[in-house]
T-cell receptor, first 115, second 110 residues
Framework: EPEVTQTPSHQVTQMGQEVILRCVPISNHLYFYWYRQILGQKVEFLVSFYNNEISEKSEIFDDQFSVERPDGSNFTLKIRSTKLEDSAMYFC?????????????FGEGSRLTVL | GENVEQHPSTLSVQEGDSAVIKCTYSDSASNYFPWYKQELGKRPQLIIDIRSNVGEKKDQRIAVTLNKTAKHFSLHITETQPEDSAVYFCAASPYNKLIFGAGTRLAVHP
């Protein structure tokens, strides 16, 4: 069964450093998302991406965050200057249809620890 | 924007009992309501979903009901088993995103 894959599974970084989290969505999917989950809390929407541009973003997704689809398969989340409060599990997701009509498939997550 | 409230935050049942988790949402534009199960350290996995043109949907021991007028939807698990123990999240989808509830930690005791 096709899966969303994410790398790295765990990254430890110093405050102020840049981090790039990588995702390979399911190949025939058109809609891509990043969510985050702070330990023990709910899953929070960050950004949705379609047709090579951001379609929607949350208040969390400020100027420190950016997303990119650098080639036909990867979808990346960059945090320019990490803060302690960026420590969380980051989930990439993809869907064949728009988010209010189709199932979201989540990757296994990338755990980011900012020291 | 959309806000999803979920209750209870924790639920403890005996094996074989039923479990009910309730959610409310605020944005009448939401028309897709999935439920996800998340085991410790794992990704959220879809267990059942319902769309706004349907009032109830059932899949074996799991059922979901939706009341669009009241903006309520609920998850019902019957004949619970220890492997049902996990955190369950409801979500509502206005436009191109999912907004999740805070989660319910379900513990099923043998």
């Amino acid at each position: 069964e096709p899966e969303v894959t994410q790398t790295p599974s765990h990254q430890v970084t110093q405050m102020g450093q840049e981090v790039i989290l990588r995702c390979v969505p399911i190949s025939n999917h058109l809609y891509f998302y990043w969510y985050r989950q702070i330990l023990g809390q709910k899953v929070e929407f960050l950004v949705s991406f379609y047709n090579n541009e951001i379609s929607e973003k949350s208040e969390i997704f400020d100027d420190q965050f950016s997303v990119e689809r650098p080639d036909g398969s990867n979808f990346t989340l960059k945090i320019r200057s990490t803060k302690l409060e960026d420590s969380a599990m980051y989930f990439c997701a993809s869907s064949e249809e728009q988010g209010n009509t189709g199932e979201l498939f989540f990757g296994e997550g990338s755990r980011l620890t900012v020291l | 924007g959309e806000n999803v409230e979920q209750h209870p935050s924790t639920l403890s049942v005996q094996e074989g009992d039923s479990a009910v988790i309730k959610c409310t949402y605020s944005d009448s534009a939401s028309n897709y309501f999935p439920w996800y199960k998340q085991e410790l350290g794992k990704r959220p996995q879809l267990i059942i979903d319902i769309r706004s043109n349907v009032g109830e949907k059932k899949d074996q021991r799991i059922a979901v009901t939706l009341n669009k007028t009241a903006k309520h939807f609920s998850l019902h698990i019957t004949e619970t088993q220890p492997e049902d123990s996990a955190v369950y999240f409801c979500a509502a989808s206005p436009y191109n995103k999912l907004i999740f509830g805070a989660g319910t930690r379900l513990a099923v005791h043998p």
